[in-house]
């Protein structure tokens, strides 16, 4: 069973950028659609952005993102490394969260909810500051 560990988090200013990293073990990344959640104060967890699985039909990946995270968020993956990445540029103190990876079900009902993913990180805490 693949397994997922966040890296990254930490302090930053508002206006600043910072990286996550989602890196997988027991099994390749590429095989499945990973997404990012956070999870703030007092708040449920929700999509940010995912990625999905290679195909061997397209170079191609396709990518999904909150509406609050477009034009700020890149998600990306590097298949060498077995990582997923998070590029969070113009933070906000709203991004203040704790940023978890997980794996998309084969089967579910949207890519979008917390249901549908079942192998999870242990989160990786991001501050920002006003």
């Known amino acids: 069973q693949v397994l997922l560990k966040e890296s990254g988090g930490g302090l930053v200013q508002a206006g600043g950028s910072l990286r996550l990293s989602c890196a997988a073990s027991?099994?390749?990344?590429?095989?499945?659609?990973i997404g990012w959640f956070h999870q703030g104060p007092g708040k449920g967890r929700e999509f940010v952005a995912g990625i999905d699985s290679s195909s061997p039909y397209t170079d191609y990946t396709d990518s999904d993102y909150a509406d609050s995270a477009k034009g700020r968020f890149t998600i990306s993956r590097d298949d060498a490394k077995n990582t997923v990445y998070l590029q969070m540029d113009n933070r906000k103190p709203e991004d203040t969260a704790v940023y978890y990876c997980a794996v998309l079900r084969p089967r579910h009902s949207s890519r979008f909810v917390v249901d549908s993913y079942d192998i999870w990180g242990q989160g990786t805490q991001v501050t920002v500051s006003s």
């Open positions: 027991g099994g390749a990344v590429s095989n499945y659609y």
